[in-house]
C-alpha cells in the first residue's frame, strides 16, 4: 500500500484479492474490512472501472449477507445491479449475477415475495444469455424454487426444482 501515496485502482485490486482470501479462510469480519478498504480508494479514484466498483460491492455485500448483517448488504447489492444495469444495454451475466446476490439477501431476510421477483428476473436474464453456465441457471432455479417452497407454493416450486435437477443430471 505505501507504493502509491494516493488511492489507486491496483491498490484497490489487490486489497480485493487479499480480502477474498481471508473469505476462502472462513474469516469473514477481515475480508469486510478488507473490501470496504478497496471501497474507499475506489471511489477515490476517477479512472477505476465501474464494473470493478461493482465486484467490489457485490463481493462486500455477499460477506455482510454471509456475516448476517443483511441490512448492510441490500444497499451495496442494490448499487451493484444499478451499476451493472447502467453498464450493460442488452441481457448481460453480470446484471444476472448482481441481481441473483441481492435476491439472496433478500431470501435471507424471508421476504420471499421480493426475493421471488428478482430471481426471475435473473433467470430470465440468464435464459437469454449465450455465456452463462448451466450450473448458473439451475442455482437461480434451485433458489427460485425454494423460495417458492418457503411460501407454501408447491406448485410453481416443484416443475423449477424439477428443472434444476435435470440440468444439474446433464453435466
Known amino acids: 500500500r505505501s507504493c502509491h ?3 489507486h485502482q491496483d491498490v484497490a485490486l489487490a486489497i480485493r484479492h487479499l480480502a477474498s482470501s481471508y473469505k476462502s479462510m472462513g474469516q469473514i469480519e477481515k475480508s469486510i474490512e478488507l473490501y470496504q478498504e478497496a471501497l474507499e480508494i475506489q471511489r477515490k479514484c476517477s479512472d477505476v472501472p465501474l ?63 421480493k426475493s421471488i421477483e428478482l430471481y426471475q428476473e435473473a433467470l430470465e436474464i440468464k435464459r437469454k444469455c449465450s455465456d452463462v453456465t448451466l450450473q448458473s441457471v439451475s442455482t437461480t432455479l434451485m433458489n427460485l424454487g425454494c423460495c417458492y417452497r418457503d411460501s407454501g407454493k408447491l406448485q410453481e416450486s416443484v416443475p423449477l426444482l424439477e428443472e434444476a435437477v435435470a440440468i444439474r443430471r446433464s453435466y
Do not use: F, W
Open 5 to 7: 501515496s494516493s488511492p
Open 51 to 113: 464494473q470493478s466498483v461493482s465486484a467490489t460491492l457485490m463481493n462486500l455485500g455477499c460477506c455482510y449477507r454471509d456475516s448476517g448483517n443483511l441490512k448492510e448488504s441490500v444497499p451495496l447489492l442494490e448499487e451493484a445491479v444499478a451499476i451493472e444495469r447502467s453498464c450493460h444495454s442488452s441481457p448481460h451475466q453480470d446484471v444476472a449475477l448482481a441481481i441473483h446476490h441481492l435476491a439472496s439477501s433478500y431470501q435471507s431476510m424471508e421476504q420471499m415475495e
